[in-house]
């Protein structure tokens, strides 16, 4: 059985106010077209199809199309499930009715130990869930981590697998080690997200969402797809494409990566204004979206407007003459997390460290906004 495994498709991204649903629908018509070489028995689409809860009317239009030539069409099986950017109510509209066409959409815990059977192999499918939604779904106020959470969705999806047959999971998650990017949301803030490998072990392979970066991890039977495009700047020379995913029999899976090209890189240029206005400098597609981190431009006014007027795709532009300590700082404040950005703003103004309490409240609000796509 031949799969394709793709995720993190953020239809409807916003880059630094650059709407990219063009690029996105680019890089789908090649992906449908690598399906009409690939043939696969199914496709598997791990977890946020969508980047906001509330996508507007175009971005549905594309998602809508998009699976209606591939299932309808081509007749290809799909299952997906729900990412922490997806809206659950919204994706899942519809949900009993497409499974007459062999579309399976899982945004809901009640389905994790309800597999879904195609040629033999079974598939098991998490969609994301915060921690306590996992807690209330089992009434069960000990579940206080993800790993927790994991552990307890993975005992009772044991109860119905049959380990004499072909077990695989579709989830949404970060495991621990795995490479990450500046344009994946935190899951939830104030307890740590990461769950450990082993945690998989009953099952022969896992497909998994939310990470970007397509070799996040190195395990046998343990992978990302990665995302389709590249989301940040973080995230310059990362490959993107899909994974192959062949079901020989039960001791023998083998998957391999298919990279696609996008309409547009994202690129990061250094160097001196001048060279860069001037056409000196190393771009390697002036269309590309591009990141400017420039020197000597202090006495130029709106340097942006100039640079734009040649290279159309400039996305951002970084003064990089500054001092030394400066560039520390900096350096320092980009690796700190919501919660330590606010402790520090709070202590600057009042010389005072955030109380539990107000710190309790902070994580509660903050994983309130990211639900509710601040």
Not at 33 to 48: L, N, Q, S
Not at 308 to 319: E, M, R, S, V
Not at 356 to 366: C, G, S, T
Request: hydrophobic share 35%; with cysteine; net charge negative.
């Amino acid at each position: 059985m031949k799969v394709i495994h793709t995720a993190d498709w953020h239809l409807g991204r916003i880059l630094n106010g650059k709407q990219l649903l063009e690029d996105q629908r680019y890089v789908l018509e090649q992906f449908i077209d690598r399906m009409k070489e690939e043939k696969p028995d199914m496709i598997v689409i791990a977890g946020d199809l969508y980047d906001t809860t509330y996508p507007g009317k175009e971005t549905i239009k594309l998602f809508e199309e998009t699976i209606a030539t591939l299932n309808i069409d081509m007749k290809i099986p799909i299952i997906l499930i729900s990412g922490n950017h997806d809206g659950k109510e919204r994706l899942n509209y519809g949900a009993s009715w497409f499974e007459h066409s062999d579309l399976y959409i899982r945004t809901q815990l009640e389905s994790m130990t309800q597999p879904i059977h195609i040629n033999g192999i079974n598939f098991y499918t998490l969609p994301f869930a915060t921690v306590a939604e996992v807690q209330h779904y089992f009434k069960d106020d000990s579940i206080q981590t993800h790993q927790q959470a994991l552990d307890k969705c993975i005992s009772s999806m044991s109860e119905t697998l049959q380990p004499h047959e072909i077990n695989i999971l579709i989830g949404h998650l970060t495991v621990q080690g795995g490479k990450t990017s500046d344009s994946e949301r935190p899951l939830t803030i104030g307890t740590v997200e990461t769950v450990e490998r082993k945690s998989f072990n009953i099952f022969d392979f896992v497909m998994l969402g939310h990470l970007h970066h397509p070799f996040s991890i190195n395990e046998d039977i343990i992978k990302y797809s990665g995302s389709l495009l590249q989301y940040s700047f973080s995230e310059v020379g990362q490959p993107k494409g899909y994974r192959v995913v062949k079901f020989n029999h039960k001791n023998d899976i083998q998957d391999y990566f298919v990279p696609i090209e996008p309409m547009r890189k994202l690129e990061i240029v250094t160097g001196d204004y001048e060279d860069v206005i001037q056409e000196k400098a190393n771009v390697s597609n002036k269309n590309n979206y591009i990141h400017f981190k420039l020197r000597n431009m202090a006495h130029i006014s709106d340097p942006i407007i100039n640079l734009k007027q040649i290279y159309p795709n400039t996305l951002a532009l970084t003064n990089e003459t500054f001092e030394y300590h400066e560039a520390i700082q900096h350096i320092e404040i980009k690796k700190e997390d919501d919660l330590s950005i606010i402790n520090h703003f709070y202590k600057t103004i009042t010389n005072e460290q955030l109380s539990d309490i107000q710190e309790k409240k902070i994580n509660q609000i903050i994983n309130d906004l990211m639900r509710k796509e601040d």
